[in-house]
């Protein structure tokens, strides 16, 4: 009798991707020693996965199930109509895989087209950054100006000079984040990161802008949008004490003046006395006083024109008897001098005079005698509640008095205190 041949089984191909064994081994706790039953042959977000069981039913029962799971999700994939290739069948599966399950892949393509579709135009940031200056002189102070391009190179230099459409908000973040305060090595302020990103957000709003000259948009998302920004209530919680001059550091600054700096006199009067700004308004004054008559102590007024004025809105600030003094005596002398930066930083490091300091201490003198922080604001060229919020510090009536009482003595060379109380000193009203 002829001995069959026996033939090997073979399980079919939707089987055989379904490799689901099961493992004896034995686990030991260093007590006790019993036999598991190990579970393993399937993968999971591109990762191999195993389970143990104490009991064999159980173990068996689970891969059997498992298999009957796997072989039913080979089928659904074979099934499925697509218009893709093998290749880019491959890649959405290996992409997929990667991704796991903390992204999807819809979000992850959104993303990317936000922020790295190239638009029809590509520009560096560099050039980018000068054609948006460029555009802007028109409509904003030179000051706002050399701000706006010294936190634009800063941004450009921590980034590189990349394609503006390549900017993401983790680089603007990474910037943000690496600013430091003036020691050198503390976080920047609150108030810091909210100055730098809204320059940072223009530019990048004013980029996305179509415009057919510049041959924008050069980006379709807005990297900044989702950076935070700090409340008002955020940053006043840093915000340092208001700073005003004591009178007596004031009359001994003046002497100083005096005797060892006279050419700074007129600056420091008017900032002060009439409580001007010592940037863009006292180079104004500086520039056009004489020409245009903006300084004029016959009528006892200093004209702050729209065209420099923080505001835009042209101001008129009345000259104390005081001041007017400080002006005649020292008419020879121009508001700044040569060597100004040199002289006045050695001033503020001798007096430790803080930001803004000068402004401060007019208005809160000025609130002092006449009890008007409105007034004050008319003269100072701020909204009453920016002159409550920002500088004012509570003085005494008298400290009031004593401030704008201070003139020079020429034959001495020394501050003098005036003999009257400047309460006829006449009050702006807006028309």
């Known amino acids: 009798m002829a001995v069959k041949k026996k033939v090997a089984r073979k399980r079919a191909k939707s089987v055989e991707s379904v490799n689901i064994t099961i493992k004896e081994t034995m686990k030991n706790n260093g007590r006790y020693e019993w036999l598991s039953y190990c579970v393993q042959g399937w993968r999971k977000n591109g990762k191999w996965q195993r389970k143990y069981f104490k009991d064999k039913d159980k173990a068996e029962r689970f891969a059997a199930d498992k298999r009957i799971e796997l072989m039913n999700a080979d089928r659904a994939k074979r099934s499925r109509m697509t218009t893709l290739n093998e290749e880019q069948l491959l890649m959405a599966e290996n992409a997929l895989d990667r991704l796991g399950e903390t992204y999807n892949l819809d979000e992850v393509v959104t993303f990317f087209l936000d922020n790295h579709r190239p638009p029809e135009f590509s520009i560096q940031l560099q050039e980018a950054i000068e054609v948006y200056l460029s555009d802007q002189e028109d409509t904003l102070r030179p000051r706002t100006i050399i701000q706006k391009r010294s936190s634009l190179k800063l941004f450009k230099e921590h980034i590189g000079d990349i394609p503006v459409h390549h900017c993401s908000s983790e680089k603007v973040m990474s910037f943000l984040k690496a600013l430091r305060g003036k020691d050198g090595t503390s976080k920047a302020t609150r108030k810091t990161w909210n100055n730098y990103r809204n320059d940072i957000n223009h530019f990048f709003l004013w980029a996305g802008c179509k415009d057919l000259t510049t041959s924008r948009p050069w980006l379709f998302h807005n990297p900044v949008e989702s950076v935070r920004i700090f409340t008002a209530k955020q940053v006043a919680e840093q915000r340092a004490p208001i700073a005003t001059t004591d009178t007596g550091v004031v009359k001994e600054l003046f002497t100083h003046l005096m005797q060892e700096c006279p050419e700074l006199i007129k600056y420091y009067a008017l900032a002060y006395f009439a409580g001007i700004r010592p940037a863009g308004e006292m180079k104004a004054l500086y520039t056009h006083s004489e020409a245009d008559g903006l300084i004029n102590l016959s009528t006892r007024t200093i004209t702050i024109p729209a065209k420099v004025s923080k505001t835009k809105e042209e101001r008129r600030v009345h000259i104390s008897e005081n001041l007017s003094l400080w002006l005649q005596a020292y008419s020879d002398y121009p508001i700044i001098p040569k060597n100004f930066d040199r ?89």
Not at 402 to 420: G, K, N, R, T
Request: one cysteine or more; aromatic letters at 12%; hydrophobic letters at 35%.
């Open 343 to 431: 002289l006045n930083k050695a001033v503020r490091s001798k007096f430790k005079l803080q930001h803004d300091e000068t402004r401060h201490s007019f208005i809160s003198y000025h609130v002092a005698i006449f009890r008007s922080a409105g007034d004050a604001a008319l003269q100072a060229g701020n909204s009453e509640s920016i002159v409550k919020k920002h500088y004012l510090d509570h003085r005494t009536t008298d400290e009031g008095f004593e401030f704008f009482s201070y003139a020079p003595c020429l034959e001495s060379d020394s501050v003098i205190q005036l003999e009257y109380k400047p309460t006829d000193t006449p009050h702006l009203r807006a028309i």
